[in-house]
């Protein structure tokens, strides 16, 4: 079984990041994939204050290694400011340097109230993620005007939108088998 991560990415409660992370994870299950939800509601930020870089920290260890040990990751990401969520950085600075992210396959999704459904964060973290040499799926989605255009239990209701979704989820699982069937022969 594939293991597959959705990281909800931000930790404000109530977030549309969640609930998106839970309809793509229902998704997933649809396509044979049992996904699980990293929600950053969870990380446990109070262990880091002050800058605890480098020290021995197991919970926060434990919940990264989720993210880490992952075949493949769907980052869910809001647009906060222009960009993506300052949790979400912190979560990936917790993560060993530099091998964790290496030709880790990566799906991303946007979402934000604006007409650009978090272009700008999206394209913010994936310069984070290549300069640690994480693959990205090439399809990525965007949701803009979430609150309006998203639906718990029928998905986005832009009907394009909502196939560059499906798209994504179906499409994905195979580049992650793909590219860690690649990883095992390089590293054979
Ligand atoms: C701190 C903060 C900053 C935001 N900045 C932007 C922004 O720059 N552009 C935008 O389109 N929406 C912005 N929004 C709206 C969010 O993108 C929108 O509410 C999104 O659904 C929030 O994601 P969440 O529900 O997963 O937290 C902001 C929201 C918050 C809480």
Do not use: W
């Not at 991303?108 to 990205?136: D, N, P, W």
Request: proline share 6%; net charge negative.
């Amino acid at each position: 079984m594939l293991d597959l991560q959705i990281i909800s990415g931000t930790d404000r409660p109530g977030s549309n990041a969640l609930r998106i992370s839970k309809y793509i994870q229902k998704k997933y299950r649809d396509e044979g994939v049992d996904a699980g939800i990293i929600d950053l509601q969870n990380f446990p930020a109070e262990q880091v204050i002050g800058g605890r870089y480098g020290e021995d920290l197991p919970e926060v260890e434990a919940f990264v290694s989720r993210a880490v040990s992952a075949e493949g990751l769907v980052i869910v990401c809001p647009e906060y400011n222009g960009g993506y969520p300052g949790i979400l950085k912190l979560f990936i600075d917790y993560f060993p340097f530099p091998g964790s992210l290496e030709k880790k396959p990566i799906a991303l999704v946007g979402e934000a109230s604006g007409a650009f459904g978090a272009l700008r964060a999206v394209e913010q973290l994936q310069q984070v993620l290549g300069y640690r040499h994480a693959h990205i799926f090439p399809e990525r989605v965007f949701i803009p005007r979430v609150t309006e255009n998203f639906d718990d239990e029928g998905g986005i209701k832009d009907e394009l939108q909502q196939q560059l979704l499906m798209t994504q989820i179906s499409g994905f699982p195979q580049f992650v088998q793909d590219l860690n069937k690649d990883s095992v022969i390089s590293k054979g």
